[in-house]
């Protein structure tokens, strides 16, 4: 299975960007697929998650009503739309899939990470 991500950049805080991660090898449907991030110096936290038929979304605390998780399968595809970026959002955003109905801690695959940086 291999996962790119893509749609990282820099941004002035306040703004918006929207990540993707296209998923191959594998039926996307059959994933449920999760973002996470590691800020330098920082250990890799949980971003978001959403489940294979987009029955179960989660958000880490930090995020909640600001980023948006979403999925099309046709295109096998997950997206995170961030709106309001502050300058504690800047990190290395990673997307991850896992075969079993919710993404754990340790999913069982892994993207290339995306940089986002959010200038104050």
């Known amino acids: 299975v291999q996962l790119q991500a893509s749609g990282g950049g820099l941004v002035q805080a306040g703004g918006s960007l929207r990540l993707s991660c296209a998923v191959s090898?594998?039926?996307?449907?059959?994933?449920?697929m999760g973002w996470f991030r590691q800020a330098p110096g920082k250990a890799r936290e949980f971003v978001a998650a959403?489940?294979?038929?987009?029955?179960?979304?989660g958000y880490a605390d930090s995020v909640k009503g600001r980023f948006t998780i979403s999925r099309d399968n046709a295109q096998s595809t997950v997206f995170l739309q961030m709106f309001n970026l502050k300058p504690e959002d800047t990190a290395v955003y990673y997307c991850?899939?896992?075969?079993?109905?919710?993404?754990?801690?340790?999913?069982?695959?892994w993207g290339q990470g995306t940089q986002v940086t959010v200038s104050s």
């Open positions: 090898g594998r039926t996307f449907s059959t994933l449920s």
């Open positions: 959403i489940s294979w038929m987009s029955g179960t979304i």
């Open positions: 991850a899939a896992d075969r079993s109905g919710w993404v754990s801690v340790n999913p069982d695959y």
